[in-house]
């Protein structure tokens, strides 16, 4: 019962994230993260340092909101992004969200997978390119970030 519940509350969000545009020149998302997950909080700052308006939600329901979104489970990361009709998942870089948003390519989102060290949020310094990938009906794919 509970379970049903949660996709519930679930269910709305989804609903309601495709449809954020922008209020001003601000692009407007939710960021959906586990409870007390401070690297998310790191990637939600950056963000917002980018100029994307970004509310964060703590939730204890993202494998359903992961799967309503489309998100295939070896890209699943610690929080997820809905913007512009769009999921990013993970410590996606800066470059890679701005260019999916200015694109508009016809993917589901877009994920970094794992936690690698210097992508936004996380400490250390970057050691390797960043993998970020796009999936969506064409399965999933390198997202070639410009």
């Known amino acids: 019962m509970l379970k049903k519940l949660m996709k519930l509350a679930v269910a709305p969000a989804l609903l309601v994230a495709p449809a954020m ?4 020149d601000r692009v407007q998302g939710v960021m959906y993260k586990n409870p007390g997950c401070e690297c998310c909080d790191g990637h939600a700052e950056a ?4 100029g994307i308006d ?3 939600v703590a939730s204890e329901n993202l494998a359903g909101l992961k799967a309503g979104a489309g998100v295939p489970a070896e890209l699943q990361g610690c929080h997820t992004i809905l913007i512009g009709g769009y999921a990013v998942e993970g410590h996606v870089p800066i470059a890679a969200v701005e260019q999916l948003l200015a694109q508009k390519p016809a993917v589901r989102g877009i994920a970094l997978p794992g936690m690698p060290a210097g992508s936004p949020g996380m400490g250390g310094v970057q050691t390797a390119p960043f993998m970020v990938m796009s999936f969506g009906a064409q399965g999933t794919q390198l997202f070639a970030v410009k």
């Open 21 to 24: 545009a922008t209020a001003g």
């Open 47 to 50: 963000l917002r340092r980018a």
């Open 54 to 56: 970004l509310r964060v």
